[in-house]
């Protein structure tokens, strides 16, 4: 109970990662410094801090950079004594889910250490840094032993990395930031595919067949099969989404018409627009509706 920790409230026994459910709607994210500790040189007090951020920036699309003026995302502070046992603190403000700012307290009272290896009586500034952070991009606290969520600490020890359930937990949240390979969906494709999204985790791809009909694969959190939506098209399909489950598709007709099939809970029936078209079309939308 008297183990150095972490002010943010723990979670219940037996979870590995949790999320705050909340988060940042960008990857490029600004810090700013309030104050250094005396404990180390502020080049030190830098050098930790960085470090902590790229255990974050490695595993995910996230940036971090400083700003020495201005407001930034994430402010950073040491102050003289947190009370009870926390050695260093986190919160943040949101609107619904995402997350508008944050803050990260250091307990000065405490003794920061940068240069290895930590004395017996120090903590480890990036492993606390990089605790600290996580909490700022969305993560609870873990009951993994060694990760680096976990609610406490020991003095004179050092960890400086990652355990796989953090990992698991930011990259739950903002993805892994790599790309995946290359996987083949199949079918039998005469023209260049278009798609287009209507939900999160909701995807919706067009194609032309072999067959000169259109035909469309969605993914909802795996992929469905190929599926005929017929007619006779003269080039690329083009779709787009103004609102939540609705998809509008256009395409040139063998009679080189616009047509148009649309999706709103079920698929309409194909029809013509008119016009005489010498390209394939393309849409956008500006608005709901």
């Avoid at 259109?214 to 909802?220: G, K, T």
Wanted: aromatic share 12%; charged share 15%; proline share 3%.
């Amino acid at each position: 109970m008297l183990t150095r920790n972490c002010g943010v409230t723990d979670a219940p026994f037996g979870l590995n990662f949790t999320t705050t459910g909340q988060r940042w709607n960008r990857t490029n994210l600004t810090y700013r410094f309030v104050s250094f500790t005396p404990d180390i040189p502020q080049a030190d007090v830098r050098a930790a801090i960085t470090t902590a951020f790229d255990m974050w920036s490695q595993v995910t699309s996230l940036t971090f950079s400083e700003i020495t003026a201005g407001t930034p995302d994430i402010l950073l502070n040491f102050v003289g004594s947190i009370p009870g046992t926390a050695a260093a603190n986190a919160n943040w403000n949101h609107i619904d889910n995402l997350i508008t700012d944050s803050r990260v307290t250091f307990d000065d009272s405490e003794m920061w250490a940068f240069a290895m290896p930590i004395g017996t009586n120090s903590f480890d500034l990036v492993d606390f840094a990089a605790h600290e952070i996580g909490h700022c991009l969305g993560l609870g606290h873990s009951s993994i032993s060694t990760a680096i969520m976990r609610p406490s600490f020991l003095s004179g020890t050092s960890q400086r990395s990652l355990d796989q359930d953090d990992i698991n937990g930011i990259q739950s949240i903002y993805g892994s930031g790599s790309w995946s390979g290359w996987g083949s969906l199949g079918g039998r494709l005469s023209s260049g595919p278009d798609v287009c999204s209507w939900a999160e985790g909701r995807l919706d791809v067009f194609v032309r067949g072999a067959d000169k009909a259109l035909w469309h694969r969605w993914y909802d959190g795996s992929w469905s099969g190929w599926e005929s939506l017929g007619g006779t098209l003269s080039s690329d399909p083009t779709a787009v989404s103004w609102s939540n489950g609705r998809i509008d598709v256009f395409v040139r007709g063998a009679d080189n018409a616009l047509w148009h099939r649309w999706y709103d809970g079920s698929w309409s029936g194909w029809g013509s627009l008119g016009g005489r078209l010498s390209s394939g079309p393309d849409v956008c939308s500006w608005a709901e509706g």
